[in-house]
T-cell receptor
Framework: GAVVSQHPSWVICKSGTSVKIECRSL??????MFWYRQFPKQSLMLMAT?????????EQGVEKDKFLINHASLTLSTLTVTSAHPEDSSFYIC?????????????FGNGTRLTVT | GENVEQHPSTLSVQEGDSAVIKCTYS??????FPWYKQELGKRPQLIID?????GEKKDQRIAVTLNKTAKHFSLHITETQPEDSAVYFC??????????FGTGTRLTIIP
């Protein structure tokens, strides 16, 4: 149980374009999903908390107008990188909990490797 | 907010020997401490976790210990095998829904 699916697995786009990444909980409902970014050989950095039916909560230093998050249903959250630039190239991973409990595991999607040329 | 430090950043171990990775956290409200294994280009996979009401947990070759007073927790892998080679991350919540990750340890098992 608690399977999180992410799409696409990789994407290459040109500078200035926008890219949408989807995160789905396949066998459970997730009122909250988390979006992380991971640069090569670095740790996972939380970007934002995606809340179903309400606005996302962004971490300090993350531009909410650049990284648009929509969580329109209990099984789908999307992250749109707007006007992407080469420095946005990274590994983006979503995650969610299968149960509503703060001391339970986060399950991760398979990640999206974004390359901006 | 929570700050999680992890050591060492790299670790090489002879196959069959034990590996130990240590983490410290700053927020005394943290009550959940998972460990994730990440292979190159793949998603982090939970390998073991511990909650603040216990001091130790074991699952076959993997064990985690927690010292709440000192605010540190450790991952122990015994009888290491080549497939244990990966990057390992510790994490801690701050008594809330967010997880803060350590900086990672690249473990290499030498055949």
């Amino acid at each position: 149980g608690a399977v999180v699916s992410q799409h696409p697995s990789w994407v290459i786009c040109k500078s200035g374009t926008s890219v949408k990444i989807e995160c789905r909980s396949l066998d459970f409902q997730a009122t909250t999903m988390f979006w992380y970014r991971q640069f090569p050989k670095q740790s996972l950095m939380l970007m934002a908390t995606s809340n179903e039916g309400s606005k996302a909560t962004y971490e300090q230093g993350v531009e909410k107008d650049k990284f648009l998050i929509n969580h329109a249903s209990l099984t789908l959250s999307t992250l749109t990188v707007t006007s992407a630039h080469p420095e946005d190239s990274s590994f983006y991973i979503c995650s969610a909990r299968g149960v509503v409990s703060y001391n339970s595991p986060l399950h991760f999607g398979n990640g999206t490797r974004l390359t901006v040329t | 907010g929570e700050n999680v430090e992890q050591h060492p950043s790299t670790l090489s171990v002879q196959e069959g020997d034990s590996a130990v990775i240590k983490c410290t956290y700053s927020d005394s409200a943290s009550n959940y401490f998972p460990w994730y294994k990440q292979e190159l280009g793949k998603r982090p996979q939970l390998i073991i976790d511990i909650r603040s009401n216990v001091g130790e947990k074991k699952d076959q070759r993997i064990a985690v210990t927690l010292n709440k007073t000192a605010k540190h927790f450790s991952l122990h892998i015994t009888e290491t095998q080549p497939e244990d080679s990966a990057v390992y991350f510790c994490a801690a919540n701050s008594g809330n829904e967010k997880l803060t990750f350590g900086t990672g340890t690249r473990l290499t098992i030498i055949p």
